[in-house]
């Protein structure tokens, strides 16, 4: 996971992997992220490529600490698959999901 960080947002890119085995880490640093910086938090998911519920939990947790010092979290690039599991699951609603240009035309 790297971080780079600019006066309007952070942008943070995520792992092949969200789940059990890596959330405590990634919650670590996305927590560190959203109380160190300004602006929105981008989250690059364009590499995730496994999320299970422990990793739902931590981008729910990271957004709900973003709004509590006034920021945004944004999920950047999300491949299909995590697309899909974010509308079962009907967080695509309560996430902010950056739309590709060409999908808006």
């Given at each position: 996971m790297r971080v780079r960080g600019n006066p309007r947002?952070?942008?943070?890119?995520?792992?092949?992997?969200?789940?059990a085995g890596t959330s405590a880490g990634v919650r670590e640093?996305?927590?560190?992220?959203?109380?160190?910086?300004?602006?929105?938090?981008?989250?690059?998911?364009?590499?995730?490529e496994m999320i299970d519920a422990t990793g739902l939990g931590v981008l729910v947790g990271t957004h709900r600490r973003?709004?509590?010092?006034?920021?945004?979290?944004?999920?950047?690039?999300?491949?299909?698959?995590?697309?899909?599991?974010?509308?079962?699951?009907r967080l695509n609603r309560v996430l902010n999901v950056e739309v590709p240009a060409a999908a808006v035309a």
């Open positions: 947002a952070q942008v943070v890119r995520i792992g092949a992997r969200l789940d640093r996305l927590h560190a992220a959203v109380d160190s910086g300004a602006g929105d938090l981008i989250l690059d998911v364009s590499r995730l973003a709004l509590s010092v006034q920021r945004r979290l944004v999920l950047r690039r999300v491949p299909p698959r995590v697309m899909r599991t974010l509308a079962v699951t």
